[in-house]
């Protein structure tokens, strides 16, 4: 059961409970003069009675070298200068490497994130407040052999201190198996997922591998779900999926 969520901004913060799987929606928006280039996302909480509740939206920037998204709480404004503005999504120029940092945030929480220094934030170019945060790098493996197959991916998270020492809990893709009689790769989505897709993927733990802690799958050209469980929280995973949206150079 989904309580009232009286603080978006903190709830997307907010680390999904142990033993509870948070089911989502995004929808991508393409429609208009340039959103088949820069299109906006919105994630969606469902629940039993089919009503969701709107989380997250993002939109891709025009922005050349690399790709780069403006994720906010209100979805009229997904503005830079926007006072809903709780993340930034961006990429290296080969869209293999993806940052994601939180902040702005008058209500914002610094639940599992770890501070960057002034300098680090400036350049993030996210927050209005002076502040900003690492809450997750996502590493896609090149292919450079030239090797079709799944994309194969690793997302480091910033872990719980130990002292003055900062840890980090990595995350990796689950391995797709082969399925000779699709002549496909594939994976379990449990129903969740109907559509075969190269973004599609699932990300688990190494100490316990069949337990997903977050799974992307498409429903439709233009719907896709995003399950989380613990220690993700939606900003988090909202950040994670929308870098599979992006092209790969060499990673597929």
Known sequence: MIRVIENLSEFVYETVPEGTIIKCRITRNRKGMDKGLFPTYFLHL????????????ARKRRKLGSSSYLISTDPTDLSREGESL???????????????????????TRSQSSDRS??????????????SSTLAEVHYELDILGVKGPRRMKVMLPGPPQGVQKTELVLKSKKAL??????SYVLDFY?????????NFQLVHES?????????????????????????????????????????????
Request: a neutral charge.
């Open 208 to 252: 316990q591998p069949d337990i997903i802690l977050l799974q992307f799958g498409k429903l439709s050209e233009e719907k896709f779900i995003l399950d989380v469980r613990y220690p993700l929280n939606a900003l988090q995973a909202f950040g994670i999926a929308l870098s599979s949206f992006d092209c790969k150079i060499a990673c597929e």
């Open 118 to 131: 002034s300098s680090e934030c400036s350049g993030s170019d996210i927050c209005c407040c002076g502040q």
């Open 86 to 108: 709780v993340g930034k999504l961006r990429s290296n120029m080969l869209g293999a490497r993806f940052l994601l940092v939180g902040g702005s945030g008058k209500t914002r």
């Open 46 to 57: 469902e629940r039993d009675d089919g009503r969701p509740i709107f989380l997250l939206a």
């Open 178 to 183: 082969w399925d000779s009689q699709l002549n």
């Open 191 to 199: 129903g969740r997922a109907s559509q075969a897709s190269v973004k």
